[in-house]
């Protein structure tokens, strides 16, 4: 039997309204998703940069407390005497190895033990280690933390001096020293014939919102191991007073 032709169900299509229903919800789809992946990509690349940053100031840490940990006693002040490879331990020194440069010394000269002695390094573990804080060259106002190293202490001529740059956008750095009972930003080992108990390294840097107020500066205490005889006479005699009380 043939179907009647007025029952047949008519073909339609989809109308304008749901034509322009469909498109919004596609458009708000796709504003989610832009939102969402653009703002996980802000928080990938933040993440990473902060990791940089933070590994940065680690490895500059790190050269700091090998060079404080590696400390030697200052010539004039050892039994036997140091020779050439120790000099004094002043916070402004009255004669250095270490060539200035324009930038503002924040540290001794350190004579330590800190070197790598390699088949490329013609050069003994001693060298003369001294931080500055020169101008930063990005155009900002703040500066980089320059460590200068000075590695043969034997030389024909005169000794030359290597600066690397450890950090950059730094607005301030300190050394304080720790003669046992506070903390003094000055030492003269000529003076005292002594080292410090204990060096404190303080590095400020900017937040990186400038609307908030800066973070606390990182600091890094390092014990002296190392001891003249005038201080190995005055802990002896702080011990036989404790033990006489």
Do not use: C
């Not at 009255?94 to 490329?120: H, I, K, M, N």
Request: hydrophobic share 40%.
């Amino acid at each position: 039997m043939q179907p009647i032709p007025g029952n047949r169900r008519a073909e339609r299509g989809f109308t304008l309204l749901e034509l322009l229903i469909a498109t919004g919800v596609a458009a708000i789809v796709l504003l989610v998703i832009n939102g969402t992946y653009f703002g996980a990509l802000r928080l990938h690349n933040a993440t990473n940069e902060r990791t940089d940053a933070t590994l940065v100031l680690e490895r500059a840490l790190g050269l700091v407390q090998r060079d404080l940990a590696g400390l030697m006693v200052p010539a004039g002040t050892a039994t036997p005497p140091a020779g050439t490879f120790s000099g004094q331990f002043q916070d402004r020194p009255t004669d250095s190895l270490t060539q200035e440069f324009a930038a503002t010394r924040v540290s001794p000269d350190l004579y330590t033990t800190s070197a790598t002695v390699d088949g490329w390094s013609p050069f003994s573990e001693v060298q003369v280690v001294a931080y500055f804080l020169a101008p930063a060259t990005d155009g900002t106002n703040t500066k980089n933390l320059v460590r200068a190293v000075t590695r043969n202490l034997l030389p024909a001529q005169t000794p030359t001096t290597d600066e690397q740059v450890l950090l950059t956008g730094v607005t301030d750095a300190q050394f304080d020293y720790y003669d046992g009972t506070e903390w003094t930003d000055t030492w003269d080992s000529t003076v005292t014939s002594a080292l410090p108990m204990a060096i404190r390294f303080s590095l400020s840097v900017p937040n990186r919102d400038s609307s908030q107020s800066p973070p606390h500066p990182v600091e890094l205490v390092v014990p002296v191991l190392v001891a003249t005889k005038t201080s190995q006479a005055a802990a002896l005699a702080q011990a036989a007073g404790g033990t006489g009380s």
